[in-house]
T-cell receptor, first 112, second 115 residues
Framework: DTGVSQDPRHKITKRGQNVTFRCDPI?????LYWYRQTLGQGPEFLTY????????KSRLLSDRFSAERPKGSFSTLEIQRTEQGDSAMYLC??????????FGDGTRLSIL | AQSVAQPEDQVNVAEGNPLTVKCTYS??????LFWYVQYPNRGLQFLLK??????LVKGSYGFEAEFNKSQTSFHLKKPSALVSDSALYFC?????????????FGPGTSLSVIP
């Protein structure tokens, strides 16, 4: 299967801890996106990479959130000092220029 | 600014009947429109897209969608619903005038196909 892969699938942590998620895009895709989805809502855009460059960040992405895509391959999303409101599904997607985005199955984050 | 509305939170349809899931959009430039489906605890799966050309777009699993520029709508349709079509459906729009592929998703419509 050469789809978008996300790890871990589930993460449970205590409030105040740091968490890091990983996304491996489809290998030939140079564009990578992170979204956050809460129950009953559509995905909300967080950030966008073209190759290794982070070209856009949503206002939803507070200073506690940081994303990287070293060498334009896999990407990581880190949340520092987690809060209850960070509980959500974090989705990663990748695409080629002008093509539909392909999504991974997400990482579900639960904050205790 | 781009926006997407899905006016129905929930759509119920009997198996074998035609189904429609509604979507309206707003963009400043030419719209690129998409439909995705999401099953429980899974990511979104691409169904179909409209970029240009024929207003009736055919996609995966027998779904199709009709682009209506005057009504700024892009409704998803299927002639005969299956129980396995029960899922969350998301309409999405991208402004074709921008260089980014940033896509805005609607709030979703939950489709239940009743046996």
């Amino acid at each position: 299967d050469t789809g978008v892969s996300q790890d871990p699938r589930h993460k449970i942590t205590k409030r105040g801890q740091n968490v890091t998620f990983r996304c491996d895009p489809i290998s030939e895709h140079n564009r990578l996106y992170w979204y956050r989805q809460t129950l009953g809502q559509g995905p909300e855009f967080l950030t966008y990479f073209q190759n290794e460059a982070q070209l856009e960040k949503s206002r939803l992405l507070s200073d506690r959130f940081s994303a990287e895509r070293p060498k334009g391959s896999f990407s990581t999303l880190e949340i520092q000092r987690t809060e209850q409101g960070d509980s959500a599904m974090y989705l990663c997607a990748s695409s080629s220029r002008g093509q539909p985005q392909h999504f991974g199955d997400g990482t579900r984050l639960s904050i205790l | 600014a781009q926006s997407v509305a899905q006016p129905e939170d929930q759509v119920n349809v009997a198996e074998g009947n035609p189904l429609t899931v509604k979507c309206t959009y707003s963009v400043s430039g030419n719209p690129y429109l998409f439909w995705y489906v999401q099953y429980p605890n899974r990511g979104l799966q691409f169904l179909l897209k409209y970029i240009t050309g024929d207003n009736l777009v055919k996609g995966s699993y027998g779904f199709e969608a009709e682009f209506n520029k005057s009504q700024t709508s892009f409704h998803l349709k299927k002639p005969s619903a299956l129980v396995s079509d029960s899922a969350l459906y998301f309409c999405a729009v991208r402004d074709g005038e921008t260089s980014y592929d940033k896509v805005i998703f609607g709030p979703g419509t939950s489709l239940s196909v009743i046996p």
